[in-house]
């Protein structure tokens, strides 16, 4: 992503509603986790300037966050987290080092999305988590997307697939943003670039309270515009061996 954008897209994470949604369905996702241990450390893929790094941080986790853009990683180490500048597809750290790891909407910007989810097995101890997030359905496909230089949407079966070729087993799949989807549909079809500018401060507090909603009302079954998924590195065996489990 270009170092402009990742500046922009840092500048407005903490009050934007998406940004802020995303942060807030991570923390339900590591509370859910046992809680870590002193010394425990967390890796978040694709930081950028670490918005979602701090919610590791936040939850006892000794956080990381590696991006491939030295402008992201100076970012983050302004705000006072570490950082490291990492290709995903092959990551300067040690195996099994690492008890979650986070890749929030970073797997849709490469080619070779299998590779970076067999080095988020490789970095995971045995039994550690991967948190991961992609945006949903080629059908939603739009110059958004084109905007923010990804190379594809995916679908439930798309998504497990790649995540369990790459080593790890899934926990659990659903999708996010589901109450605004025929909006996001309607927006895009008629040219609409990005969904990621600042918007007027009534209109985000009312689409923070629509997606919102969504973690109290049965709809994470029900097509969206993201998908979050939650799985872990098995115990036994090399992490690709996973492969032939099933999603769960």
């Known amino acids: 992503m270009d170092p ?32 870590p241990r002193a010394g425990d450390r967390a890796l978040d893929v694709g930081a ?31 705000r006072g987290l570490s950082a490291v500048r990492a290709d995903a597809r092959e990551l300067p750290l040690p195996s099994g080092a690492f008890g979650v790891v986070t890749a929030l909407d970073l797997l849709e910007h490469v080619d070779d999305d299998e590779r970076v989810v067999r080095e988020i097995a490789r970095v995971l101890r045995p039994g550690g988590t991967a948190l991961i997030s992609v945006p949903c359905d080629m059908a939603l496909w739009s110059a958004h997307d084109e905007a923010l230089w990804h190379v594809r949407r995916y679908d439930r079966a798309g998504l497990g697939a790649v995540v369990e070729r790459g080593g790890l087993v899934v926990d659990r799949l659903w999708s996010w943003n589901v109450l605004l989807r025929p909006v ?19 209109v985000n507090a009312a689409l923070g309270a629509v997606v919102g909603a969504e973690r109290y009302l049965p709809v994470a ?7 979050m998924l939650r799985a872990h590195r098995p115990h036994r065996g090399n992490p690709g061996d996973a492969a032939a489990a099933g999603t769960g």
């Open 4 to 35: 402009s954008e990742i500046r922009r897209l840092t500048e407005q994470e903490d009050r934007h509603w998406w940004f802020r949604e995303r942060r807030a369905r991570l923390a339900r996702e590591l509370r859910r986790l046992p809680r």
């Open 48 to 78: 950028a300037g670490g918005g979602n790094t701090r919610v590791l941080a936040a939850h006892g986790w000794r956080a990381l966050a590696a991006d491939l853009s030295p402008e992201a990683v100076a970012i983050a180490r302004s």
């Open 184 to 202: 996001v549909r309607w927006r895009r079809g008629r040219g609409g670039r990005d969904d990621l500018g600042p918007p007027h401060p009534l």
């Open 221 to 227: 079954s029900l097509p969206g515009v993201s998908l």
